[in-house]
């Protein structure tokens, strides 16, 4: 399913139509359509094999497509040569020359457009002060830590003004608190410069922490592109809803106005306009369950984890059926083997 | 067995495999005037008589230019190759690779006397640039599995980012590439460089009147066996082990040529 | 990468088919000049060069039993010890390797001659009264092949014995096997590729050999190398020598043929 719904504001920067590509019996691409607005940041979200990467090397120019093409700000690149693409990148390990120095990498594209050496240096100072590296000029890349190396991977991508910036799973190789550190970075960074950025990660909490929109990818085609309220709160399908965020993914069919049946005779109040007699699907996440909610479920607790700021616990209900429930932790954490009832109101349930 | 024992195996193997290598500093210094072990008195005179003598010095400098233009031809023509056939995608590419790589396989001797019959029709015994070529197909495999191995751990996310960032194919190729090569380079050069200048046989059967080195010792070899022999045998020696030196500090495929 | 792949080859290529190919299926040519296989039957069926080819045969296996003996323990140990000694280890190999064959050939008939040093040493510590024949026989071209070829014999050993994860013997120790257990149950069936890889480098290399039994045979060592030597330069006998080149030339490739279907394909890839 792809929806255009909450395209951003601001004209489309990068437009992305009917992008095909296979290799040999595997389809890596199956007739991708979307588009960025300028300065906006778009994540591509998916699993790995998903063909996110092949989309954003179809994007940078590393990889032909079979089919489709690529436009930036109205121009089709599709046919261009990577070096004439103007696109800053990230690579996933850096991809830092080891040869050069800090300095002599992030001069490296100013080199390749013949900027005067006066002007490479301004620009170079003004980019290594930008990612907070000034006076590390003369390092060589393997002499810096990973966050550092990151930081000139990022000024080496934008010192020349691209049109556009990709990244590819910067953040892998960093350690949670610095790839905190780093994601708000990017962002402001981003922000500031205005840079219309594609950003590609297989985590989805990164993705929601950075995005003005997600589009998320599985099997070559894209499930759903939307805002990241929109993505967690309103799925359009199983893959969107069971790969962001935890989730209770049910099936029923809708049996009344506001009813859904579910396979074992049980019935949810939900809040959707959904036709009677359609087959839905039902996401309840697990934060949403409180005390006292209207469509009640009462389960043995067969798994009590303590998270910290919540209990997350695993219900066998009557029927068979498993939830997911998270709870603000407050006092002790309940036994496994007690029996709890927990409820859920219809506007915290999304039908799709 | 017990690792004593292994060390002391290994030892004794390691003092083999030295031994003839140790031997002739003592008689290259030895004031005898025939071959005599223990040598009964210090003396600089072997090397004398190679320095003073015109036709040892000759065959080593032909020795050193013909390994050095052997290096530069078979870096220039193997470099080329080997990423063809790491990178490359092409029919008979597997067929070439064994091409590349036969020399080595073909015993030398067949590939002298083949050599030979070819070089006398074209006028080309006696030729130090036929001594070239004929080295540089030796030298070729080397080279090849060298820069091969080089290209094979190459990252190439280093050469698309390059390009993403506005270089072109050919400055991608001498700013990033063949830089961040330099240690294969270096190693597939000098071990060209080595091989020719060691290189015996085809020698042989090439040199002509025109000694090189190696013709030049083993005439005397078979001639007449005096300590002079073991003066340029040191001198070989001291090269080679500047060689690995230089290999060592600055290339690299030594321990990986063992895989 | 695909279209513009294969023109930087091409020099090489054509270096590679004219002098190297095209030579060498020139000279093989000479054979059968005549139109007839007589070459070949002399080649192989005279006691005489039949016995040269024998001889080849016979020395070449000897060579690479020896090389093996003495190649796996040294192999084993280079890839087990400290990265220090490892270092020592590879000078030690290494060194003779591109050391020129002249020069340890000439150093070996200094150490092995009737006046040589091993003998003098033997002879001044009262351990033999007459001085041991090991020149100019079967002996010193032995000696003298087993000392060029021991590295191409070690070099593919350390790397197999270097591929053999640590934790597997340790595993196996940790379990109980003895070390001689762990030898043969464990780096032994591990290492067999590099055991394999190195043989049949060392015994095709000892097929050809040319230097070493010319010099430390002293005429009495004929190996096929010298042989076919002989017939171009002494008796001119190109025909002959094409078709003793030709016989040698197919038992290597036979040779690695073989070898090649019994290993995974990975010796160039």
Not at chain 2, 37 to 64: H, V
Not at chain 2, 207 to 228: C, H, Q, R, S, V
Not at chain 3, 63 to 90: D, E, I, K, R, S
């Amino acid at each position: 399913m792809r929806t255009a719904k909450g395209s951003g504001e601001g004209s489309a920067e990068l437009l992305i139509e009917g992008v095909a590509k296979r290799f040999g019996d595997v389809v890596a691409l199956d007739h991708v359509s979307l588009q960025v607005a300028q300065g906006e940041l778009l994540t591509i979200l998916g699993p790995s094999g998903s063909g996110k990467t092949t989309l954003l090397k179809v994007v940078a120019g590393f990889e032909a497509p079979d089919a489709g093409r690529v436009t930036v700000g109205g121009a089709d690149i599709t046919a261009l040569p990577p070096a004439k693409r103007d696109i800053g990148m990230v690579f996933q390990n850096y991809a830092l020359f080891p040869h050069l120095s800090v300095k002599a990498n992030v001069a490296f594209p100013l080199e390749m457009r013949n900027v005067g050496k006066a002007e490479i240096d301004r620009r170079v100072g003004e980019a290594l002060a930008m990612v907070e590296l000034a006076g590390y000029e003369a390092r060589l890349p393997k002499q810096l830590s990973g966050g550092q190396q990151q930081r000139v991977a990022l000024a080496r991508a934008i010192v020349f003004n691209p049109r556009l910036l990709l990244l590819d799973e910067p953040f892998g190789a960093l350690d949670r608190k610095l790839r905190e550190t780093m994601q708000l970075e990017v962002r402001r960074l981003q922000r500031r410069l205005g840079l219309t950025t594609i950003f590609i990660t297989h985590d989805q909490e990164e993705a929601l922490v950075l995005s003005d929109r997600i589009a998320v990818m599985n099997k070559g085609a894209i499930q759903q592109i939307a805002t990241t309220t929109e993505i967690y709160e309103r799925p359009a399908n199983d893959f969107v809803a069971d790969f962001v965020g935890e989730s209770n993914i049910l099936h029923g069919t809708m049996s009344a106005p506001g009813l859904v049946a579910l396979p074992d005779g049980r019935k949810l109040m939900v809040d959707s306009e959904a036709a009677p007699g359609a087959r839905v699907g039902v996401l309840m996440r697990p934060e949403r369950f409180a005390p006292g909610g209207i469509n009640e479920f009462t389960g043995e607790i067969v798994e009590a984890v303590y998270l910290g700021t919540s209990f997350k616990l695993r219900l066998a209900c009557e029927g068979g059926q498993e939830l997911l429930v998270r709870q603000p932790a407050r006092g002790a954490l309940p036994a496994a083997g007690t029996t709890i009832t927990v409820g859920i109101d219809p506007e915290a349930i999304h039908v799709f | 067995m017990s690792r004593r024992l292994l060390v002391a195996v290994c030892a004794l193997i390691y003092f083999f495999l030295m031994l003839p290598l140790l031997v002739v500093f003592p008689i290259s210094l030895s004031s005898a005037p025939y071959m005599q072990f223990p040598p009964p008195g210090f003396s600089w005179q072997w090397y004398e008589r190679y320095l003073d003598d015109p036709q040892w010095i000759d065959a080593t400098w032909r020795s050193l230019y013909i390994g050095g233009a052997t290096a530069v031809l078979a870096l220039l023509l193997g470099v080329p190759l080997a990423f063809s056939l790491v990178r490359a995608r092409f029919r008979g590419r597997a067929l070439l690779d064994r091409l590349a790589l036969a020399p080595i396989i073909v015993p030398t001797i067949i590939l002298s006397v083949a050599i030979y019959g070819l070089f006398a029709k074209l006028k080309l015994i006696g030729t130090w640039y036929g001594l070239v070529v004929a080295h540089t197909v030796l030298a070729l495999p080397f080279v090849v599995l060298v820069i091969a191995a080089g290209l094979r751990d190459f990252d190439r996310s280093l050469e698309q980012a390059a390009e993403g960032l506005g270089a072109s194919r050919w400055k991608t190729l001498m700013r990033i590439t063949l830089p961040l090569l330099r240690p294969s380079l270096v190693s597939a050069g000098l071990l060209a460089f080595i091989s020719s200048f060691d290189e015996v046989v085809v020698a042989l059967f090439l040199a002509g009147a025109n000694m090189t080195l190696p013709k030049k010792m083993f005439d005397n070899i078979m001639m007449e066996i005096d300590p002079t022999i073991a003066a340029v045998s040191v001198m070989q020696i001291l090269l080679v082990s500047v060689v690995l030196v230089l290999i060592g500090r600055f290339g690299r495929g030594l321990r990986d040529s063992a895989r | 990468m695909t279209a513009r792949g294969f023109w930087p080859a091409l020099p090489a290529l054509i270096l590679l088919l004219v002098f190297f190919l095209f030579p060498v299926v020139r000279m093989l040519g000479f054979s059968v000049e005549a139109g007839t296989l007589d070459w070949y039957a002399k080649a192989l069926g005279e006691g005489l060069y039949l016995r040269v080819f024998w001889n080849t045969f016979e020395i070449a296996l000897l060579v690479t039993l020896v090389c093996l003996l003495l190649g796996y323990p040294l192999g084993y140990l280079m890839a087990t010890t400290t990265p220090g000694w490892a270092t020592f280890g590879f000078i030690c190999v290494l060194l003779p390797l591109w050391t020129s064959v002249l020069v340890r050939t000439y150093a070996w008939m200094v150490l092995l001659g009737r006046n040589g040093v091993l003998n003098r040493t033997l002879m001044e510590s009262g351990l033999t009264t007459d001085p041991l024949p090991l020149l100019h026989n079967f002996t010193g071209v032995l000696i003298g092949m087993v000392h060029v070829l021991l590295p191409y014999m070690v070099l593919p050993i350390y790397g197999a014995v270097r591929r053999v994860d640590p934790a597997i013997p340790a595993a196996a120790a940790g379990l109980g096997a003895s070390s001689a257990r762990i030898f043969w149950r464990i780096y032994l069936p591990l290492t067999l590729n590099g055991i394999f890889a190195g043989s049949v480098l060392v015994f095709v290399l000892s097929l050809g050999f040319f230097i070493t039994p010319a010099l430390l045979g002293g005429g009495r060592v004929m190996m096929i190398a010298v042989l076919i030597e002989q017939q171009v330069r002494e008796t001119l006998n190109w025909p002959f020598a094409a078709a003793l080149s030709a016989v040698l030339l197919v038992f290597t490739f036979a040779v690695y043929a073989l070898a090649q279907r019994f290993t995974q394909p990975e010796a160039t890839r």
